[in-house]
Structure formats: C-alpha cells, structure tokens
C-alpha cells in the first residue's frame, strides 16, 4: 500500500514556475513508477509525464522542454518542476504510483492517487 500527497500548487503568473512534489508513504516507493497527471474542467485527464523505477522518462508534447519530471528515492518524493508555465496549464495536478505500464497507457491503471493540487497559471 502507498499513500500519495501532492503539494507546491499555486496561482502563478504565465511565463513563471512552480515545483510539485509527491510525497510517498511505505518503504516500497523505490519499486514503482511514477506519473503525474492533470485534468482541467471539462476536459479528460492526462499524463503529463512519467519516470520508471530506472529513471527512464516520458513526457506529454505540451509540456516537453519546460517540465522536468524527477524522483529521489531516499526522501520517497517525486517532484515535477513546471517552467514557462501557460494559461493552457491550469489544471489540478495528481500524482500516481504503479507499474509503468499502467502509468503510461491511455487511460491509465495506477494503483496509487493523491488527492490533487490546483495549479492556475494567469495570463
């Protein structure tokens, strides 16, 4: 069992950054793989990127070259550093933890969920 509380959501201004982290509970957060999702009003959830329990990431187009997902084991954290944020990437933000191949389908079948933090990005 792995609990998941996202924290680091704000109102920023476009063109600024924002940290998320995901802190994990349990000693088994180095085993899985983490994802980070986002879903705004009325539209469907998405991945915005994900990292294996090697490292090996994956991003959404929308957001590649201005996130960077990353994981430190030893603090069973993830974070996911957001830049050039835009309008367009206000959204509550959720992190989840499993298999990657569940993280990364369509859809998605992680195990895991936090509860989700806001993120609003002004214009």
């Known amino acids: 069992q792995v609990q998941l509380v996202e924290s680091g959501g704000g109102l920023v201004q476009a063109g600024g950054s924002l940290r998320l982290s995901c802190a994990a509970s349990?000693?088994?957060?180095?085993?899985?793989?983490v994802g980070w999702f986002r879903q705004a009003p009325e539209k469907q959830r998405e991945m915005v990127a994900a990292?294996?329990?090697?490292?090996?990431?994956n991003y959404a187009d929308s957001v590649k070259g201005r996130f960077t997902i990353s994981r430190d084991n030893a603090k069973n954290t993830a974070y996911l550093q957001m830049n050039s944020l835009k309008p367009d990437d206000t959204a509550v933000y959720y992190c989840?933890?499993?298999?990657?191949?569940?993280?990364?389908?369509?859809?998605?079948?992680?195990?895991?969920w936090g509860q989700g933090t806001q993120v609003t990005v002004s214009s």
């Open positions: 989840a933890a499993g298999r990657w191949a569940d993280i990364v389908v369509p859809g998605s079948l992680a195990s895991y």
């Open positions: 349990g000693r088994t957060f180095s085993t899985y793989s």
């Open positions: 990292i294996s329990t090697s490292s090996y990431t």
